[in-house]
């Protein structure tokens, strides 16, 4: 006799159902508070917090896009494509932005303090470079010292700055709370035969002297982008062979954004604020991206992979 078909159980049956619907927005919001609360009592660094942030909230958004794979009766094509595109947005998001907070060991490191003292570059270092500087600023005043480092091209100019916000404390009363940005990431080429890279500008009194970590910057920026275009356009594709009610572009656009904006804003030094905003932010503008992306894939390709008519 035949055998019967193998009857999923009620555990299978509500373990796909949740992972459709609302288990991992729940344990993603479970995990990131007691990360947070690990971090306000001092157990976590600033590193570490915004490390794990950097990707815990890509692989939420990977998880979310890859979802419609989970559904055997629907097109198979359109379920390949929202794996690969979740699987790219989670690794193109996590790579410049988990970069960006813990760099690694740098190819060359070392402190210029005055005007005309130069950090040398060893023989062979050359090429795309990516910059950490960073310093302090004086209690009181110089809230900014502006800087220029000569030997890359083109010359890594910024600055060191404090800025002041009022924050309410108690029912009633307000206090001047200072910011002080204190690194930032710059790009530039060293060319060949570069002996050293020199403090050509300072401006202002800073606390410390300048620290640089020169790194190797092996992806070109382009590159990079062109790479989250064709994610972007795989997800939109794959939510116009899925049907209207597929969603792989929006969670996809949001960890691409996310990545871009974390890359930009965080250092080693300032990683919990910025990776904290590029959740919102990223959030928001790639719900706006992902929208648009998955509306066009949609009006260029029907359920099941026809394409759609003109006129």
Sequence with gaps: MPESPKVPSAFAL??????????LQVAALLLVGAVAALYLLGFLSEPATGAFVAVAAPLLAAGLAARPALSAGRDPRGRALAV??????FLLSVGPSFSAIVPGAPILAGEVAAQGDALAVPAGVSGRVRVLISGHLRQGYDPEVDFRIAGTRPALEGRLERSWSTARIGRSGRARVAHDHLADWYEGSIPPGTAALRLERLQGRPASALSLAVYRDWVPRWLVLAAMGLTLAAAAAADGR???RSEVAVPVAM?????????????????VGPAMGGVLLGAMLGALAGALASRIGRSLVHPGGRAGKRG
């Design 255 to 271: 960890a691409l954004a996310f990545g871009l904006l974390v890359e930009y804003n965080a250092t080693p030094l300032s990683a």
């Design 84 to 89: 690969v595109a979740a699987a790219a947005a």
């Design 14 to 23: 509500w373990l796909e159902d949740a992972l459709k619907s609302w288990i």
């Design 242 to 244: 899925l049907g209207a």
